[in-house]
């Protein structure tokens, strides 16, 4: 069963940077989505950014274009999401997921959906780590 571990958080000022890792292991798919998530405090969980593990297409929400990148090495079977100038309303806990399918094309739509849906299609999670960003 896959697992995954986030780590890399912490407290940092506004426009300052982090990068978060989300180690994975125990694959069972040829092909993963690999995503992170967010929930800030009395706010719904929502979508930042998704991978496509084998090919590297990525994507992200409007929100932190141009600021966070999702990446991703397959020797390490790490993502990462670099996070560069933070503002106080990216503190969060941040959550990896996965979701692994048969083939390209459908790990990309499992990003998609799972980013710019209601429809979260990701089965595995880690326990997610807290980002603050304050002053």
């Known amino acids: 069963q896959l697992q995954l571990v986030e780590s890399g958080g912490g407290l940092v000022q506004p426009v300052g940077s982090l990068r978060l890792s989300c180690a994975a292991s125990g694959f069972t798919f040829d092909y993963y989505a690999i995503g992170w998530f967010r929930q800030a405090p009395v706010k719904e969980r929502e979508g930042v950014s998704c991978?496509?593990?084998?090919?590297?297409?990525?994507y992200s929400r409007d929100p932190v274009k141009g600021r966070f990148t999702i990446s991703r090495d397959t020797a390490k079977n790490t993502v990462y999401l670099q996070m560069n100038s933070l503002k106080p309303e990216d503190t969060a806990v941040y959550y990896c997921a996965a979701q692994g399918g048969d083939s390209i094309p459908t790990v990309q739509g499992m990003c998609i959906t799972s980013l710019f849906s209601d429809d979260n299609v990701m089965g595995y999670w880690g326990k997610g780590t807290l980002v603050t960003v304050s002053s």
């Open positions: 991978i496509s593990l084998s090919d590297g297409i990525a």
